[in-house]
């Protein structure tokens, strides 16, 4: 009996603590990214409404990550009314070479830089990469994934 009551006990915490993470999610967070420049530091508030916005946290050295930027890279038309913000931890040198590679700065909606005081990490808390929130023109939360999503799923999400 105390087993089941235990177990009981956790599922409620847990459930509860997903539903306070999104209620605080509900609306964009403050966060801050240092942008591959090393110079500028764009802050979420900083970022206009108007357009569905996509943050995606990633590692440059993830296979899932590289899939995932070249979906979004093989739909770029599809995409090209969407904001994509992508954070990393890792130092510029490594985010900057992934830039390279995916020739990110030839989308001028593509914006990646650097979680560089763990702020992102701190207000979303992914729980693994590719991570995923994406929100409305108004800067509403509208579907947070913890995997790869695919395009289907992103396209669907941008255009509720």
């Known amino acids: 009996m105390r087993k089941i009551f235990f177990f009981i006990t956790i599922c409620l915490i847990a459930c509860h603590s997903r539903q306070g993470k999104e209620v ?8 801050e990214m240092l942008l591959i420049d090393s110079a500028a530091i764009l802050k979420a508030q900083e970022i206009p ?12 050295d993830c296979t899932h990550c590289q899939a995932e930027t070249q979906v979004l890279l093989d739909h770029i038309d599809s995409l090209k009314n969407v904001r994509i913000y992508m954070l990393a931890l890792e130092p510029l040198k490594e985010i900057k070479t992934f830039c ?50 695919g395009i289907n799923n992103i396209l669907n999400a941008i255009h509720i």
């Open 49 to 60: 409404t108007g357009q569905p916005i996509v943050l995606l946290f990633f590692r440059p």
């Open 100 to 149: 390279l590679h995916y020739h990110l700065d030839q989308y001028k909606n593509f914006i990646v830089g650097r979680d560089y005081e763990y702020s992102f990490f701190r207000a979303f808390r992914p729980s693994t990469v590719p991570y995923m929130a994406i929100y409305d023109r108004n800067k509403r939360l509208v579907k947070i994934y913890n995997q790869e999503p």
């Open 24 to 31: 605080a999610l509900s609306t964009l967070p403050s966060f």
